[in-house]
């Protein structure tokens, strides 16, 4: 998990809390101590730390709670609210609109993570239907052509760029007339990132600004620098008018923490973290979602956000998940709308799929969807119903037994993947306001 280590010591902190027989003035202190040691540590800044425990202590004042007032649902929800107020930048960033065309500009120092998040970023708005490009205007860096093309060649995303062409402005100017012509709607453009903030690098991102004039800058920023962040974020925002930021490298490193902290004191919001180097090690930022699973306390959101990933989901088939049934509709109306994306013959679900063993190919046949409508039974959630029907399921749809058996295994394992998941998640105790 991002952050784990600090999210593991705050979570213990309020655990030893709840466990203590009577919640005083000690019990408290030793609570906030602990968060106090462990936000350090993170590198979070210290006048923040300390505004925290100020403000919990003044919440939650122990000696004038009404009698029969629950002091340790008081003091976590304090927390709670404590963390979500560190983090928030009060501040929505510009969206994308899909069927709209979206020119979005990144920038950052070389080695931030800058261009394997463009490619992350047009990732995922790719698959929830957008239709993204790439144009690499880093004419600094050797090697940024290649790298970027080549991502966005894995993931079958339009690239535009130039080996011989050494004008970063003129490359990004052609780069979104094309790709406006063949109506894209969101035109990603890599601008070059430096050593340090020196005076070039900004000229340079002020020009493809002005000549692109993008709809948004987003500033990419490596997080292992910790509360450093606060000034490189105040330094681009001075340059370049930055709507949004995202920060890489949260697996795994300390400080993580601290960069969250001082790019939300900079007051420009945080969209996505990256947390890892692969395409799909990127997450949405929200910031109630965020702090829920960073003390351990479960959410859903994230988690049907990141099985988008595999399997892209409109919002009916979100809240049937999310009232804890994953259907045989669900699945079935997921794989129709991958068939509707391209020529899938297969569909893969395979990165963050359920039970073990080597990933199965469950096949989709395009041409041959299968004989008769979608019946009653594909909202029958029970799959010892299922087996029953085999022969008389595979009959129907003009397929072979065991291509039934591999689908309806396919199916358990989601279903008891969910199933298991919506428990530990319904386990955590409802606080209000969360
Ligand atoms: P750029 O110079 O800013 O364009 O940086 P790159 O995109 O080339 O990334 C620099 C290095 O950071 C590469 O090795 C990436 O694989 C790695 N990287 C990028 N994002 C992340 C992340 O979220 N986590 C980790 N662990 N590595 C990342």
Redesign the pocket.
């Known amino acids: 998990m991002v952050l784990g280590e600090l999210g593991g010591r705050i979570a213990r902190a309020i655990q030893q809390m709840s466990n203590a027989t009577i919640v005083d003035e000690s019990v408290l202190n030793e609570c906030l101590r602990e968060i106090t040691r462990a936000l350090l540590q993170a590198d979070v800044r210290f006048e923040l730390v300390s505004d925290m425990q100020t403000n919990i202590k003044n919440v939650v004042n122990l000696d004038r709670l009404a009698a029969g007032h629950n002091k340790r649902n008081i003091i976590q929800q304090a927390i709670f609210n404590e963390l979500c107020k560190m983090l928030d930048t009060g501040k929505p960033s510009f969206m994308p609109k899909k069927g709209k065309t979206s020119v979005v500009m990144f920038v950052?120092?070389?080695?931030?993570?800058?261009?394997?998040?463009c490619t992350k970023y047009a990732h995922y708005y790719q698959k929830r239907g957008w239709k993204p490009a790439l144009v690499c205007a880093?004419t600094f860096?050797a090697g940024?052509f290649d790298?970027l093309k080549q991502n966005a060649a894995k993931a079958k995303i339009p690239f535009y760029g130039s080996y011989v062409e050494s004008d970063p402005v003129q490359i990004a100017v052609e780069g979104v007339a094309r790709f406006k012509e063949e109506n894209c709607d969101l035109i990603i453009v890599?601008t070059s990132?430096r050593h340090k903030q020196e005076a070039a690098l900004f000229e340079e991102m002020r020009q493809v600004s002005e000549a692109t004039n993008p709809d948004l800058a987003i500033f990419?920023m490596d997080g292992s620098i910790g509360q450093a962040a606060y000034d490189q974020a105040q330094a681009f925002k001075q340059s370049v008018a930055v709507g949004a930021v995202i920060v890489?490298?949260?697996?795994?490193h300390a400080k993580g923490g601290g960069a969250l902290s001082a790019v939300a004191a900079t007051k420009s919001p945080l969209i996505f973290i990256?947390?890892?180097?692969h395409m799909h090690?990127f997450e949405v930022f929200n910031v109630k979602p965020f702090v829920k699973r960073l003390l351990g306390m479960g959410d859903l959101s994230g988690f049907i956000d990141r099985i988008q990933d595999d399997i892209p989901m409109d919002q009916q088939a979100e809240q049937k998940l999310l009232e804890g049934n994953f259907t045989l509709r669900i699945m079935y109306e997921q794989y129709q709308s991958k068939l509707k994306m391209g020529p899938l013959g297969q569909c893969r679900v395979d990165a963050k799929r359920p039970g073990k063993g080597k990933p199965s190919k469950c096949r989709v046949d395009a041409k041959r969807p299968g004989k008769g409508k979608p019946s009653k039974e594909l909202d029958d959630n029970d799959p010892k119903h299922m087996d029953s029907r085999v022969m008389r399921i595979a009959r129907g749809s003009g397929r072979q037994v065991a291509e039934v058996i591999e689908m309806l295994d396919e199916y358990k394992r989601w279903a008891n993947f969910w199933r298991s998941k919506m428990k530990e998640l319904l386990k955590i105790p409802k606080k209000g306001g969360m």
């Open positions: 950052g120092l070389q080695g931030s993570g800058k261009t394997t998040t880093d860096r940024a790298q890599d990132g990419v890489t490298k949260m697996d795994g990256g947390t890892g180097e090690e």
